[in-house]
């Protein structure tokens, strides 16, 4: 296979942007990254240790196959022209080895720094960007330490591989420490101070090679059981405080030298007549509060990514109106025949053939055209 | 496998539609198919006898073989559900065979009807449907008669088998008929009298099982070189026209028995103050002039035909603004990257390797939101 030029236009052959893309994670992101790249002609392999992987399904080409066996990794990187991620907790072995054959994007730099909560909460830090009060805790000293300094309520959360609420436990008035500790596994962890947050919001964003941001509206976000619930749009806040919101991800994206779809997490505290904006967390990668843009913008995150890691043109996103997007968690998707009849509803489902208890199986979204 | 009642919501699985759906024919028809099939949790399968087919790049199963193998379409029957087509000129020995095993779905009447110009006229002329004065044509001599009776200017088709213009020739005052008769090979052929119309539009309609008829608006039509060229919604005829046209394809659907998508393919003409329409052609399936309701629209034609053909309700669907569809033909295709550019240019590829002349590559779908 000949290694070609990405950012060389004429390179990339006549017809098309003649690219294969490897996807690592075969999740549903991964499936709607790959029908994003198929709209533009562009080709991919996904890789995946879950046979029941749904991205499986809409490729010509996967690999089922742990993400340390070094010689699939090889034989995938062979036959696609660079790589991206569905998910920010691959081994980083997987990743530094792929980055040794094809180009990996988003880069090492973004995903070093956000696959580490501690690390993350720095670097948005020293970005000059709020965040709440926290302390690292690698022991229950630290943590009777970081409760001095951060105060309670306060949560303690493992650095590494924690989503949807994994990996973490509230610390309250009442609260035995040492139980806490225990209950993340005394795995190195970090202590953040509650924040009496009014909303929770969301951008997303793509950032192109160039430098280039196209930020998607803000998004309000509503969880549930630490899942995801709904995402409207727009977000209830005023305009200055979306126009900052927007500002934060920028910043933050050219700090990670990111080149992809990005979300970052943000608290809205209200500050007198106005809110203000805490950052919660950053996902280096197409993000669930992105979901709505499928059916409710011009352009999908899953079609910006594609473009961006691909050095192709960024769209210019435009919302059709007002927007709500529900996820369907578990047996929430049994009533996928109701919601298909629903008129103004668009129904994604994901595939998955076991309805399980807090697991992502599809989202609807509701539109109110030109709102 | 057990083959399931389609019809009985509970018998489909709770979590999802859970059906596999066979296509057959492996064009971007059928590639947008399993494309819309995906976004539902429906797993596709497609068969087509070109290596080279696009759809196989985006489904984890496919069988490459010809239409005549009748092991090799058993095995696919067996795999799937229900079977669809994306193109109408299928060997009615694989469909009878298919029918045998499996639902095929639009049913064999309309793919019937339909494969043949002459049943076809016959059909909507007996449907009390407006068409170009026609006659048959199996030899010169009743070539020579049939352009006594329906006059010059003509065209001489084939009765099967055609396509983008393939299979035609105009008869015009100075025609030699004999050579005519030679350029269309001696086939079983028709005559049809030249309409002199003033514009081409079309309708994209669904056709549940239950009779239920969702129309998109009418489309109007620009071709060049007997292929599509533009399609531009809303079309440029006054309100009862487009009134008239989605009367005219209800009936085609119901008299067809039809369950899926279907365009019928209609001249405009003027009629003193006012218009009058004159059905050309009915194509069984999802069509190139319906390809705007991807991104112009709440609900894409490729959605509609899944739901239609799995038992699945129907959309309403409705326009989003002003749109026009632009085809890619050929080695226009290599302006991907500046159409990609374009604010509010929506890109298809299809993913070909080889820009022939005539080929359709890809499309764009530009729209005024709100219009």
């Not at 009060?133 to 650095?159: C, M, N, Q, W, Y």
């Not at 919601?339 to 109110?368: D, F, N, Q, W």
Request: net charge negative.
């Amino acid at each position: 296979m000949i290694k070609r030029d990405l950012t060389d236009p004429d390179a990339a052959g006549p017809v098309s942007p003649a690219v294969t893309l490897g996807i690592l994670g075969g999740g549903q992101l991964g499936r709607m990254l790959a029908l994003a790249a198929a709209r533009l002609g562009i080709a991919c392999h996904v890789y995946s240790d879950d046979p029941d992987s749904p991205a499986f399904e809409v490729v010509r080409r996967f690999t089922c196959a742990a993400y340390t066996d070094v010689a699939e990794l090889a034989r995938f990187a062979e036959s696609v022209d660079l790589v991206t991620y569905e998910f920010e907790n691959i081994p980083p072995t997987a990743v530094s080895f792929l980055e040794s054959c094809r180009p990996v994007l988003p880069g090492g730099k973004a995903l070093t720094i956000t696959q580490d909560r501690l690390s993350e909460k720095r670097f948005v830090t020293g970005l000059g960007l709020v965040t709440a009060a926290f302390a690292p805790v690698d022991s229950l000293a630290d943590l009777v330490e970081a409760v001095h300094a951060v105060g309670r309520p306060a949560i303690l959360k493992t650095r590494r591989f924690g989503y949807d609420g994994k990996g973490q436990v509230a610390i309250v008035e009442d609260s035995d420490l040492g139980e806490a500790w225990r209950a993340i596994g005394e795995a190195p962890a970090i202590l953040e101070a509650f924040v009496p947050f009014e909303r929770e919001a969301s951008v997303v964003a793509a950032r192109g090679a160039d430098g280039t941001v196209r930020a998607f509206d803000l998004t309000e976000n509503v969880h549930r059981n630490h899942i995801l619930h709904t995402s409207t749009v727009p977000a209830g806040v005023p305009e200055p405080v979306q126009q900052d919101a927007l500002r934060i991800a920028a910043k933050i994206g050219e700090g990670l030298d990111f080149v992809g779809v990005f979300a970052v997490e943000l608290f809205v505290l209200r500050a007198g007549a106005t809110s203000r904006l805490v950052v919660n967390e950053i996902a280096p990668r197409v993000h669930n509060s992105g979901h709505w843009t499928l059916d409710g913008c011009t352009v999908s995150q899953f079609e910006q990514h594609v473009r961006a890691v691909c050095g192709l043109p960024l769209a210019m996103p435009r919302r059709l109106g007002n927007v709500v997007m529900t996820n369907l968690i578990g047996t929430e998707v049994e009533q996928w025949r109701e919601l298909m009849a629903e008129p103004g509803a668009a129904l994604h489902l994901y595939g998955k053939r076991c309805a399980r208890a807090g697991r992502k199986m599809g989202h609807v979204t509701r539109i109110s055209l030109g709102g």
